[in-house]
């Protein structure tokens, strides 16, 4: 959210709560780097479930507010539709690739993460990191889509490493692998 965002929150449950009293700016600085990482869509439903929960205003609110978005995260990860995945002669199923080039100077292997480029199961793993960081940004670029014989044709060649299953990773490794690629 930004402060705008915010600053329409803590009106709202200003009037919520027939509160007159004005938060001094420091304090809502403070509460404000404590939150600020809450997803706007949220801030209703958040909005809602503290004034259905406390009778006052909340004194630490941030931590009501971050209690809360809790419970949204898990409601919209929930409501994603299950994907189903498909047979791929490519990464059989696995929809990622984590690919491994020989750098000779550096005597040793690069890693990469690779979206299979000849199905859709790529999409079980991104999916969730684009509920995480916000449908507006374009997550497919971070990781590059190949088929396994452009990889081959690059010079990579292709492991199945089955211990990626969190997108977290799969997204940190790559980010590593990117500055790794970028440093040689
Ligand atoms: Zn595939």
């Not at 809790?70 to 696995?94: H, I, S, V």
């Not at 940004?137 to 490493?161: C, P």
């Amino acid at each position: 959210m930004n402060k705008g965002d915010f600053k329409f929150f803590i009106s709202k449950m200003a009037s919520y709560y027939d509160s007159s009293k004005v938060i001094e700016n420091q304090r809502l600085e403070l509460w404000f780097e404590a939150v600020k990482d809450i997803d706007a869509d949220a801030l209703e439903f958040i909005q809602k479930r503290i004034c259905a929960d406390k009778e006052l205003m909340p004194k630490n609110l941030p931590k009501y507010m971050l209690e809360h978005y809790g419970a949204w995260r898990a409601e919209q990860r929930a409501k994603r539709p299950k994907f189903e995945t498909t047979d791929c002669p490519d990464c059989e199923g696995d929809g990622i690739f984590v690919a491994y080039m020989l750098n000779e100077t550096a005597f040793r292997y690069c890693k990469k993460v690779f979206a299979c480029g000849a199905c859709e199961n790529w999409r079980k793993h991104f999916g969730a990191l684009e509920c995480r960081i916000g449908p507006d940004k374009n997550i497919v670029s971070r990781v590059d889509r190949v088929t396994k014989g452009e990889l081959e044709g690059m010079q990579w060649f292709a492991g199945y490493d089955r211990d990626y299953d969190s997108i977290q990773k799969v997204k940190e490794l790559n980010d590593k692998m990117q500055v790794a690629n970028e440093e040689h």
